[in-house]
């Protein structure tokens, strides 16, 4: 029993030295910019504690990986991010949250060498659950349905613009997605927190925002607050130059909205919209709450006050029921209307859905065969849209990266600019103009003075 008491005694030193010795952690995101958003918040409360970040893959006393789960291929890149955490800082906490994490607890917990799984409710007390870690493996796993907290988020590893978390979860429950339950339901910061959240970014000198969220368009949901209320107390904020205005539902993308970023000195003529498919059989099949009409008028109110405004689509291809016919309809609506640049998903059937029930699976193949065709489909609509800017004098924010002797900036309407290198143009906005396509997509500029 003595003997037992001096291993425990000095197993417990070993620990509080241990802890009290930590100073380096790295962090890893897969998934979107939300994602990468709440990374950066996690990582200010290390940072805050005295530990320095170092790069994911050097030897580091906390590794975290910041997990998603969208697809199959998606869950498949979190497992080989954890194993390679394990095997490059074998002695440090590997502590796993996000989505994966909230979904499937369970695969992580099969993988040697994962001390901590935290579930979406928890994950923001990551810090407190590594200075408790007893060297018994924790998994903290609960229902995102029930989760009321919004705990607002904001990237900061860019200087120049930020990502800035102001609603979270979802209520829609399509027939494809996860992710209300993976991240619960619909909820939001306030407009006077979110205000104060902004100047706090301003101060750290970053020029532009991009408003993110699950269902950027439910902004205020249950409150008498809107996301239209959001951007009109926004524009006030004196620091920022740009706010540009991520993911929004067309159901949710009113004119007022579309009206006043038209009016705006501020909000950026960018909009993206999830279409999901241009068929409306393949539309009501997935339980999306609109149509092609109204998507179609959601397009021409845009281009009508902002002929030159960027409009990115998502589109996903292969659901299942989806049939050859249903593909081309869909193909030919969206061909037929005046976007700038597609961004495509292959489905992947995920566990607690409505389609995994579906009859009529699309093969493999078939689903890289629709794909490419949009894909191509894109990469001409984004070359004309460019194209259609070749002479305009516009404003650029230009980036602090050095691309071998290049760098790169944004147009208002988010045309990809590039020049050489001038480290004083970083975070500055110039007045330039576009004057032809490169063969990287990008655009060449002359200065104007």
């Given at each position: 029993?003595?003997?037992?008491?001096?291993?425990?005694?000095a197993y417990n030193f070993?620990?509080?030295?241990?802890?009290?010795?930590?100073?380096?952690?790295?962090?890893?995101?897969?998934?979107?910019?939300?994602?990468?958003?709440?990374?950066?918040?996690?990582?200010?409360?290390?940072?805050?504690?005295?530990?320095?970040?170092?790069?994911?893959?050097?030897?580091?006393?906390?590794?975290?990986?910041?997990?998603?789960?969208?697809?199959?291929?998606?869950?498949?890149?979190?497992?080989?991010?954890?194993?390679?955490?394990?095997?490059?800082?074998?002695?440090?906490?590997?502590?796993?949250?996000?989505?994966?994490?909230?979904?499937?607890?369970?695969?992580?917990?099969?993988?040697?060498?994962?001390?901590?799984?935290?579930?979406?409710?928890?994950?923001?007390?990551?810090?407190?659950?590594?200075?408790?870690?007893?060297?018994?493996?924790?998994?903290?796993?609960?229902?995102?349905?029930?989760?009321?907290?919004?705990?607002?988020?904001?990237?900061?590893?860019?200087?120049?613009?930020?990502?800035?978390?102001?609603?979270?979860?979802?209520?829609?429950?399509?027939?494809?997605?996860?992710?209300?339950?993976?991240?619960?339901?619909?909820?939001?910061?306030?407009?006077?927190?979110?205000?104060?959240?902004?100047?706090?970014?301003?101060?750290?000198?970053?020029?532009?925002?991009?408003?993110?969220?699950?269902?950027?368009g439910d902004f205020g949901?249950?409150?008498?607050?809107?996301?239209?209320?959001?951007?009109?107390?926004?524009?006030?904020?004196?620091?920022?130059?740009?706010?540009?205005?991520?993911?929004?539902?067309?159901?949710?993308?009113?004119?007022?909205?579309?009206?006043?970023?038209?009016?705006?000195?501020?909000?950026?003529?960018?909009?993206?919209?999830?279409?999901?498919?241009?068929?409306?059989?393949?539309?009501?099949?997935?339980?999306?709450?609109?149509?092609?009409?109204?998507?179609?008028?959601?397009?021409?109110?845009?281009?009508?006050?902002?002929?030159?405004?960027?409009?990115?689509?998502?589109?996903?291809?292969?659901?299942?029921?989806?049939?050859?016919?249903?593909?081309?309809?869909?193909?030919?609506?969206?061909?037929?209307?005046?976007?700038?640049?597609?961004?495509?998903?292959?489905?992947?059937?995920?566990?607690?859905?409505?389609?995994?029930?579906?009859?009529?699976?699309?093969?493999?193949?078939?689903?890289?065969?629709?794909?490419?065709?949009?894909?191509?489909?894109?990469?001409?609509?984004?070359?004309?849209?460019?194209?259609?800017?070749?002479?305009?004098?516009?404003?650029?924010?230009?980036?602090?990266?050095?691309?071998?002797?290049?760098?790169?900036?944004?147009?208002?309407?988010?045309?990809?600019?590039?020049?050489?290198?001038?480290?004083?143009?970083?975070?500055?906005?110039?007045?330039?103009?576009?004057?032809?396509?490169?063969?990287?997509?990008?655009?060449?500029?002359?200065?104007?003075?």
């Amino acid at each position: 029993m003595f003997q037992n008491q001096i291993f425990f005694t000095a197993y417990n030193f070993y620990l509080c030295f241990f802890f009290l010795s930590m100073k380096k952690f790295a962090i890893y995101t897969l998934g979107c910019k939300l994602n990468f958003s709440e990374s950066s918040s996690i990582s200010r409360l290390f940072f805050g504690n005295g530990f320095e970040r170092v790069e994911f893959g050097e030897p580091s006393d906390v590794v975290i990986i910041n997990t998603c789960t969208v697809t199959e291929a998606a869950d498949k890149k979190c497992r080989q991010a954890i194993k390679k955490a394990v095997k490059t800082s074998p002695f440090a906490i590997v502590a796993v949250v996000g989505c994966y994490a909230q979904l499937k607890p369970g695969q992580i917990d099969k993988i040697e060498g994962v001390d901590i799984i935290l579930d979406q409710k928890e994950k923001f007390r990551l810090l407190e659950y590594v200075r408790a870690h007893t060297g018994k493996k924790l998994v903290q796993t609960s229902d995102a349905r029930i989760i009321n907290e919004f705990y607002p988020t904001y990237s900061s590893g860019d200087r120049t613009r930020s990502f800035f978390k102001v609603q979270d979860g979802c209520d829609y429950f399509c027939a494809y997605c996860t992710v209300p339950l993976a991240r619960g339901k619909s909820r939001s910061g306030t407009i006077d927190q979110c205000v104060r959240i902004a100047y706090e970014i301003a101060e750290k000198g970053m020029k532009e925002i991009i408003l993110t969220g699950i269902n950027l368009g439910d902004f205020g949901k249950g409150t008498d607050e809107s996301l239209l209320g959001l951007i009109r107390a926004l524009e006030n904020v004196e620091g920022i130059e740009r706010f540009r205005i991520s993911s929004v539902e067309p159901n949710l993308l009113t004119d007022e909205i579309i009206d006043f970023v038209a009016e705006s000195g501020k909000f950026m003529p960018h909009f993206h919209i999830p279409l999901q498919s241009g068929s409306d059989k393949i539309l009501q099949l997935m339980g999306r709450r609109y149509d092609t009409v109204k998507f179609r008028e959601r397009i021409a109110r845009i281009r009508k006050n902002l002929p030159d405004a960027f409009i990115g689509i998502d589109v996903i291809v292969g659901v299942s029921g989806e049939t050859e016919d249903d593909f081309e309809d869909s193909y030919n609506f969206i061909s037929n209307i005046d976007f700038s640049e597609l961004h495509v998903f292959s489905y992947s059937e995920r566990d607690n859905t409505r389609a995994t029930g579906f009859e009529m699976k699309v093969s493999v193949g078939e689903k890289k065969s629709r794909s490419q065709r949009l894909l191509t489909l894109s990469e001409n609509k984004l070359k004309k849209f460019y194209k259609s800017g070749i002479g305009k004098t516009t404003f650029v924010l230009f980036e602090d990266f050095n691309d071998k002797g290049k760098m790169y900036g944004y147009t208002e309407n988010y045309i990809k600019v590039e020049t050489d290198y001038n480290a004083s143009l970083a975070n500055e906005i110039k007045k330039v103009r576009l004057t032809g396509l490169t063969d990287r997509n990008t655009m060449k500029i002359d200065f104007v003075k």
